[in-house]
């Protein structure tokens, strides 16, 4: 089914974001039929560019960041032609009378695309309001971060919330657009098999491991004032550890869900100044070989401030203080720069609990569930079977029960996580956006943390890039018998 028609205004069209990931989405989009027959995209910006000139600029953005063997030149080009251009200084109310006459009527949806700094939000929705552009039908999607902790987060959403209702809100975390992360509420909510499991009685241990190789790809001046916890930790890692870890919803509603997944940011342990040296590890890299090349350390990257102590690595060893994750950690890392683009959830289950095998053997003696975003996403079920072969007896032998989703359902393209989150937008689904309430209560978790980094004094600790992050992150899970799983 497609969605009705709509009109998209993109605000920051000619940005990185728009650049790397929206306009390759519309694309898929569209070339996918999904795009409804008469939709059509305003791209906004500052830069006096005449149309001709910014679809060069998008046609080559496709050209870059589409898949070669789905990128399609005259797919692209009538694409393109649903993309018009304004120049338009965001701040200046007059100048949103035009958007108006782009509307032509307003017969089509409105979905508005802040794809900017947050501090535009506010006035971006004043100046729209201002125009009587939008309705209380306007969609209107954001970007993280929404602030940089809680107060100011709460001086954006007010901004907002003075203009728009919560329903017309659409938060984006892309990490909830990621195939395998909606497959995490399948996963659990249609199998009994699983559910019955899900808690302190048969999990030890949750692992969640979000890598990547690359470093800040030249976005220093974003990233150094955020660092790897706001950049991602406060958003796409608690989403992940909260689909995990929430209770059933009682149907897919956007609002049962995120009930749900509020209760879990609020039941987490607050991180007091001392529990900082065993719960919390923070890393910046050094110069090292990535992948193969020898690359420069976070205080070398262009337009970087020598003595920034900005983390481009965190562990983290979270406790849910609930009936159902009592006593289970969820062990969590992130980094730039680590030796691989992995993306992975690994549920650790408790031993059985009378082991009659070879003593040897007993560190083999827990089943795991591993849940892979990046790469090939799937799911692997490690369960112990028999080894093969008279002379072996009763040795165990740890085997996967294996489910690469590209290999066992032949479905062709997974799509982008944008592409997703922007189909939903299109059909008005808000269940996989982020309320403001969530954003608040990660928001007031994280800053805790960050605020004993600046009142402890104590530097990040450093890694040379390409390596798994400062060995005090694996001595934090060596603490309690553990390490971070390895693939054997
Ligand atoms: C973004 C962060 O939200 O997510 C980036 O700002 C990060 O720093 C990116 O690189 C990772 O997303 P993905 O989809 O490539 O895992």
């Known amino acids: 089914s497609t969605a009705t028609p709509c009109d998209i205004m993109l605000f920051g069209a000619l940005g990185n974001l728009a650049r790397r990931k929206l306009i390759p989405a519309f694309y898929q989009l569209d070339r996918a039929g999904l795009l409804a027959e008469g939709s059509r995209i305003l791209a906004l910006a500052r830069r006096n560019l005449d149309i001709a000139a910014v679809h060069r600029q998008l046609l080559g953005a496709l050209e870059e960041f589409v898949n070669p063997e789905e990128f399609d030149r005259s797919a692209a080009e009538g694409f393109l032609q649903r993309v018009d251009y ?42 729209l309001h201002a125009v009587s552009c939008c309705t209380e039908r306007t969609r209107v ?16 959403n007010d901004e907002l919330g003075a203009i728009y209702k919560e329903s017309q ?28 499991q899900w808690d302190q009685n ?21 990233f150094d004032k955020a660092g790897q916890v706001r950049d991602m930790i406060q958003n796409h890692m608690l989403q992940l550890l909260c689909l995990i870890a ?20 609020k039941a987490l342990r607050k991180v007091t100044p001392d529990m900082m040296a065993n719960y919390v590890v923070r890393g910046q890299y050094t110069a090292g070989t990535s992948t193969g090349v020898l690359v420069p350390g976070y205080l070398e990257e262009e337009g970087a401030n020598k003595r920034s102590e900005t983390e481009t690595f965190v562990a983290l060893k979270v406790e849910i203080d609930n009936w159902r994750w009592s006593g289970v950690p969820f062990y969590i890392r992130t980094g730039k720069r680590l030796p691989e683009k992995l993306s992975q959830i690994i549920i650790h289950f408790k031993p059985a609990p009378h082991y009659i095998f070879d003593p040897d053997q007993r560190h083999l003696a827990n089943n795991k569930l591993i849940i892979r975003l990046e790469p090939d996403e799937g799911m692997s079920l490690r369960i112990l079977t ?39 937008v299109m059909k008005g689904n808000q269940y996989l956006f982020v309320r403001r309430d969530e954003v608040e209560h990660a928001w007031r978790w994280v800053d805790r943390i960050i605020q004993n980094w600046n009142e402890g004094g104590e530097p990040p600790k450093r890694y040379a890039a390409g390596t798994w992050g400062p060995v005090a992150s694996i001595a934090m899970i060596t603490r309690d018998g553990r390490s971070w799983y390895e693939d054997a």
């Open 246 to 265: 929430m209770d059933p919803p009682s149907d897919l509603s956007a609002d049962s869900i995120r009930d749900e997944k509020v209760k879990v940011l």
């Open 386 to 424: 028999k080894d093969q072969g008279l002379h072996k007896g009763m040795r165990l032998r740890q085997g996967p029960l294996e489910l690469t989703f590209s290999e066992t359902f032949d479905a062709g393209r997974i799509p982008d996580a944008y592409e997703r989150l922007l189909w939903e």
């Open 202 to 222: 048969h999990i030890s241990h949750v692992e969640i491991t979000v890598a990547e190789s690359v470093g800040i790809e030249g976005r220093w001046g974003y």
């Open 141 to 156: 999607v954001v970007e993280k971060p929404i602030g940089h902790d809680l107060e100011s987060s709460r001086v954006i």
């Open 86 to 127: 304004q120049i338009l200084d965001f701040n200046n109310t007059e100048d949103f009378q035009v958007l108006n006459t782009w509307r032509d009527g307003a017969r089509n949806e409105l979905i508005v695309y802040m794809a900017c700094p947050p501090a535009m939000y506010g006035v971006i929705g004043r100046n």
């Open 169 to 196: 809100l659409f938060r984006i975390d892309h990490y909830l657009g990621k195939e395998t992360v909606q497959n995490l509420i399948a996963l659990r909510f249609a199998n009994n098999l699983f559910a019955s």
